[in-house]
């Protein structure tokens, strides 16, 4: 291609040249009187046309080249709005993500001003039985802090278990990651002004999925929606965190939904927790 284009270039350089030289020849040859003799026309008019000539085609691929430049231009400002109304609905769904998130974060800080009369007492874990790994843990606080069965425990990620055997100066905490959680934690799945009541029944420590059950099938839940403790529950006040929303499905008879949450918990490595209770906090 590029060699064509320099085989055209140079047959128009030659056919000027001759042009112009034959131009200057008959400049020497013309009378004072400044009249053509009739051999001069002829070859002045050959010139003016071979001029010609060769002038229309140089025009019209120049003109070509201008309107392709045109509509490259013309692509180049599409492309660019285009780009431009990709990145706003970027923008848009980003801002959408963020309002969620929002309204999920004021969810949270609602329920936390709702167990402003519980007070923490902070405790150590001292104990932990492998062969019970998911069962049970022992905290360094028990009745002398205040401690009483059926209080609610939880770590920075939400609620963990439940205070069982309080002797003066530990107690056993059983964790919500038993296989079957007895008795049954009355928790809701919360999604803006929505909620939805059901039971916390069951861990699978395979995939760290807890399963809630007794949701009407009528109830649309969410991904994503926030799962809560409930007044329901005796000594453990409502509003707590339990996990979120990840699967919701129905159960084998059709007649109600089955809903699967994770939680925040890392409950592998428990080192610190909290007990909630009223009233302040002893931590001697």
């Not at 285009?82 to 969620?100: G, M, R, Y």
């Not at 008795?183 to 939805?196: A, C, G, L, Q, R």
């Amino acid at each position: 291609m590029n060699y064509k284009k320099k085989k055209f270039k140079i047959k128009y350089l030659i056919i000027i040249l001759v042009a112009i030289i034959l131009l200057l020849l008959f400049s020497f040859v013309i009378k004072r009187d400044g009249k053509l003799t009739f051999i001069e026309k002829i070859f002045k008019d050959i010139a003016s046309t071979t001029v010609s000539i060769v002038n229309k085609p140089v025009n019209f691929i120049s003109d070509k080249i201008d309107k392709n430049k045109e509509m490259k231009e013309v692509y180049n400002k599409y492309k660019s709005i285009k780009d431009n109304t990709e990145t706003i609905d970027l923008i848009k769904a980003e801002n959408e993500s963020l309002k969620k998130e929002i309204q999920k974060l004021k969810e949270v800080q609602s329920i936390k001003e709702q167990i402003t009369e519980y007070e923490y007492v902070t405790a150590t874990i001292i104990k932990r039985n492998v062969g019970h790994w998911n069962n049970t843990i022992t905290i360094n606080k028990g009745s002398s802090s205040g401690l009483e069965e059926g209080m609610v425990v939880i770590e920075n990620g939400g609620m963990i278990g439940v205070l069982e055997n309080v002797a003066y100066y530990s107690s056993d905490v059983k964790l919500i990651t038993s296989v079957e959680i007895s008795p049954k934690i009355s928790v809701e799945v919360k999604d803006n002004e929505k909620t939805s009541p059901g039971l916390l029944a069951r861990y699978d420590s395979s995939n760290k999925i807890f399963t809630i059950e007794g949701i009407s099938e009528y109830k649309n839940i969410e991904v994503g929606s926030y799962v809560y403790t409930t007044s329901y529950n005796e000594k453990i006040p409502a509003g707590i965190l339990v996990g979120k929303v990840v699967n919701v499905k129905k159960d084998n008879y059709d007649l109600a939904k089955i809903v699967e949450i994770t939680s925040d918990v890392d409950f592998n490595n428990l080192r610190y927790v909290k007990v909630l209770k009223k009233g302040e906090a002893n931590d001697n």
